[in-house]
């Protein structure tokens, strides 16, 4: 199956910083690729996300940008807060109409 | 509206024992799919359906069955109990119009001793 690799495992930065975290794949079949925060003990929550015809998208603070020719995507986190605090999943989905997740990456912002 | 709805939300079970975990839709959605998520890992795709009784396995399908009777309802089931089935169950539905975006349950934590 798809097999997607996300890194870092853990990134810790300070308030106000930029957080920057990076998935690979492998099948160029995928054409959805969402990106979601799950805070302790509830369900993963959408934050932003990008189809394959689109290069970058931004809402707020928070921006995917997508290159298929690389195979890689990438969510951008600017002005961290606190709140921000989680653990982050790239996911993609190759057309099957069901997501293949990252391993996650836990972002602590440092007050 | 109620979206995904998952019951239980928490289980034990003893190792052997089955059991059915629920998954209901409200919103006509064509595609469900369920996963499992381990402790401080990803979720991992486990069956997923495409519609009324059409299923597939995802990564990880050894040791459980679905069926898709009804374009509602995405039962999952445990037919005999592991202690590496212990995980947190999470059942997503998405529709051809609702531009891919999916919606997720809130949950079955499961535990198997």
């Known amino acids: 199956g798809e097999n997607v690799e996300q890194h870092p495992s853990t990134l810790s930065v300070q308030e106000g910083d930029s957080a920057v975290i990076k998935c690979t794949y492998s099948?160029?079949?995928?054409?959805?690729f969402p990106w979601y925060k799950q805070e302790l003990g509830k369900r993963p929550q959408l934050i932003i996300d990008?189809?394959?015809?689109?290069g970058e998208k931004k809402d707020q603070r928070i921006a995917v940008t997508l290159n298929k020719t690389a195979k890689h995507f990438s969510l951008h986190i600017t002005e961290t807060q606190p709140e921000d605090s989680a653990v982050y999943f790239c996911a993609l989905d190759t057309g099957r109409r069901a997501l293949t997740f990252g391993s996650g990456t836990r972002l602590q912002v440092q007050p | 509206n109620a979206g995904v709805t998952q019951t239980p939300k928490f289980q034990v079970l003893k190792t052997g024992q089955s059991m059915t975990l629920q998954c209901a839709q409200d919103m006509n959605h064509e595609y469900m799919s369920w996963y499992r998520q381990d402790p401080g890992m990803g979720l991992r795709l486990i069956h997923y359906s495409v519609g009324a009784g059409i299923t597939d396995q995802g990564e990880v399908p050894n040791g459980y069955n679905v069926s898709r009777s009804t374009t509602e309802d995405f039962p999952l089931r445990l037919l005999s109990a592991a202690p590496s089935q212990t995980s947190v169950y999470f059942c997503a539905s998405t529709g051809l119009g609702s531009h891919y975006g999916y919606t997720f349950g809130s949950g079955t934590r499961l535990t198997v001793v």
């Open positions: 990008i189809r394959s015809n689109v």
């Open positions: 099948d160029s079949a995928s054409n959805y």
